[in-house]
T-cell receptor
Framework: GIQVEQSPPDLILQEGANSTLRCNFS?????LQWFHQNPWGQLINLFY???GTKQNGRLSATTVATERYSLLYISSSQTTDSGVYFC????????????FGAGTRLAVHP | DTEVTQTPKHLVMGMTNKKSLKCEQH?????MYWYKQKAKKPPELMFV???????INESVPSRFSPECPNSSLLNLHLHALQPEDSALYLC???????????????FGPGTRLTVT
């Protein structure tokens, strides 16, 4: 089956720093989503980005489908950015099943 | 409004109990999902409903029984669970049925289940 690998697994930042999270996938995908899971467990949709670049405030994402990777950029990080960031992909004919990477655990310190 | 609601937020049950988890969405979405998430792991798909019909059962034990009474509501009935079933149970929905392509999924806040 498809492999979804995220790096780094853990990241510690000082408030105000920038970071880049990476998601590699081993096969062609129909769609890709980035989520932030807060400490209470809520999965928050960040981006729905099968290809191209999108920006939302301090966050932006780029997916290069032909090279099978996606990047999530966090600029001017805040303590509220702490949590786990997941990328998840869906396959063609896969009943819209989301296949998650293992996540990047981010801690932002004041 | 992209809200999916789940009740209860927390549930503690014994191994002989029967309980149910509830998920609702009022966005007119036609596909609904149950995921299970163990601590420090990513969510894993359990069931998919498309137009109120079960599309996928990811080989889930029969002690978990899903039900989709209408297009807005998804239940997960629990019976004779084991301690290893303790996890965060997440519900999600997406706009179209699963035979109509792939679409963004929206998640509820989850039910944190503890089996004693």
């Amino acid at each position: 089956g498809i492999q979804v690998e995220q790096s780094p697994p853990d990241l510690i930042l000082q408030e105000g720093a920038n970071s880049t999270l990476r998601c590699n996938f081993s096969d062609s995908v129909n769609n890709l989503q980035w989520f932030h899971q807060n400490p209470w467990g809520q999965l928050i949709n960040l981006f729905y980005i099968p290809s191209g670049t999108k920006q939302n405030g301090r966050l932006s994402a780029t997916t290069v489908a032909t090279e099978r990777y996606s990047l999530l950029y966090i600029s001017s990080s805040q303590t509220t950015d702490s949590g786990v960031y997941f990328c998840a992909v869906t396959l063609s004919g896969g009943y819209n099943k989301l296949i998650f990477g293992a996540g990047t655990r981010l801690a932002v310190h004041p | 409004d992209t809200e999916v609601t789940q009740t209860p937020k927390h549930l503690v049950m014994g191994m002989t109990n029967k309980k149910s988890l509830k998920c609702e969405q009022h966005m007119g979405h036609r596909a609904m999902y149950w995921y299970k998430q163990k601590a420090k792991k990513p969510p894993e798909l359990m069931f998919v409903y498309s137009y109120e019909k079960l599309s996928i059962n990811e080989s889930v034990p029969s002690r978990f029984s899903p039900e989709c009474p209408n297009s807005s509501l998804l239940n997960l009935h629990l019976h004779a669970l084991q301690p290893e079933d303790s996890a965060l149970y997440l519900c999600a929905s997406s706009p179209r049925g699963t035979s109509q392509g792939t679409y963004e999924q929206y998640f509820g806040p989850g039910t944190r289940l503890t089996v004693t």
